[in-house]
């Protein structure tokens, strides 16, 4: 099962290196980052391309909730989407 993991900034000025060592810490084989980007935007790049990576038993991690949907109500629909994925196949 690959470990795929994503991280966001929300400036280009903000470094990534202390969330990417928490998910290579954590086991991540390849990571997604995601530089000044909303998480209030769905169409985050590197959050589409994580997505597309991920395949049925692939492991996610993220560092929190909040680095991929700046909403609760973004949340819930990710949650849901990325459960859906795995009860379908």
């Not at 991280?7 to 928490?22: D, G, K």
């Not at 994580?50 to 700046?70: E, F, M, N, T």
């Amino acid at each position: 099962m690959p470990v795929i993991g994503y991280a966001r900034v929300s400036t280009r000025e903000q470094n990534p290196q202390a969330q990417a060592a928490e998910l290579r810490a954590a086991g991540a084989e390849q990571i997604f980052t995601d530089r000044g980007e909303s998480s209030r935007e769905a169409a985050q790049p590197q959050w589409v391309a994580c997505r597309a990576q991920l395949q049925p038993g692939d492991i996610l991690v993220i560092r929190a909730l909040d680095r991929v949907a700046g909403e609760e109500r973004m949340a819930i629909e990710i949650i849901r989407e990325l459960g859906g994925a795995r009860r379908e196949n």
